[in-house]
């Protein structure tokens, strides 16, 4: 995809009208039984859990969500993405597609949780012998006002990791309102455990600021790193893939 057609996709999305769901709700009237989002965002590059996806190159997004008030929602994300192919000439997967679904509301005020299934999905051609991508993971969550703590662990291979079953990522993640300019202050530190992968365990972190526009338009800047092992996460363009960056992203949502 050029980067004139990633353009014209970020001003289609800019234009695009807000959806009837952002009008404010009459006085008295009873919250709607379920509501369905979508959203598309072009990001400067794709970092997942601080790892390269798109070789530093930029992506397009977007996706879908359902929610019901019991507390049960279902949504898809897409994204595209380079990561596999630069792993290896061999195989041709540009797309990623994100499946989940699960259930959260509050144990008490200020205490939301969060539990679901989330799988990875990596359609394409691969070579004889290639141990695919798809993963599923299982995931909780637990927070407290801004800040929230998820633990994931995969039930199937981690991302194309052999023998990688049962890995986990913890992630501590934080979004504080500033109260000045509709700005907000996003952190967060995770750490990935590779499950029969020498030194394959490591940790990222991320500080940025999020500006939201209103009608579903937001701005996203942030600074990433992690301290990912060279020799284990380097592709065959001779890129590492957990080096320092900065990533910005708008995103419209309706």
Known sequence: MSRNTLAALALLALAAPGH????????????PEYSLSANVTLASQYRYRGLMQTNNQPAIQGGFDFTHASGLYLGNWNS????????????SAPVEMDFYGGY????????????G????YYPGDYP????RP???ELYAGLGYGPVLFKYSIAMTNLFGFAASKYSQYFDLSGNFDTGFWDLTVNAHVGHQTVRNVTDGAYTDWKLGLTKDFGQGLTISLAYLDTNADRAVYINSRGRYMGRATGLLSVTRTF
């Open 134 to 136: 798809d993963t599923t």
């Open 117 to 120: 299934v989330l799988q990875y």
């Open 128 to 131: 004889s012998g290639y141990t």
């Open 20 to 31: 009837a769901a952002d009008a404010p709700a009459t006085v008295g009237e009873p919250a």
């Open 104 to 115: 959260k509301g509050n144990l008490a005020p200020n205490v939301p949780f969060d539990l």
């Open 80 to 91: 595209s993405i380079s990561w596999l192919n630069d792993g290896n000439s061999k195989v």
